[in-house]
């Protein structure tokens, strides 16, 4: 399988990349914690069909120090018992904020509330950024079909 457009040869993909990567830079600096950070990357790129994005933090979260048995529950995360409270938050604001689509309203009120309990502002802002940007990544990885499975940990850098 090939990808539809190479963005590793495009300068432009490199140009507009560069931007994409520098703003997501100061999330793993953040006081979210790096645990819920790969969470959420790995439950977006999930829900968005992103195979691409779905290896590539399946595989730094392994590297990271995350169990497989999480990892494996990440896509049964309200049936399963290995995530925190907080991680549930975080992991429920991730899908509202992928399908906002879904929800005429956006992201309903309860769900933000719920996710206020666990993680002060700042912490929500990284919340909401790594959000926003990996959702970003997963639309560009699907539309060029961006083959997935040959990503090896920090071969791109550190996040």
Known sequence: MEARLNLFASPIAAKAGKHLVAAGQAIPESVLPLTTQELVRLRAS???GCGFCTDM???DAAAAGETAQRLHLVAAWREAK????AERAALELTEQGTRIADAAGGVPDEVWANAAKYYDEEQLTALVLTITLINAFNR???M???PAGDYEPGMFGSH
């Open 140 to 142: 560009l990885n699907v």
């Open 82 to 85: 290995v995530f925190t409270d």
């Open 57 to 59: 933090h399946t595989k």
């Open 144 to 146: 060029v079909q961006q």
């Open 46 to 48: 999930q829900i968005n």
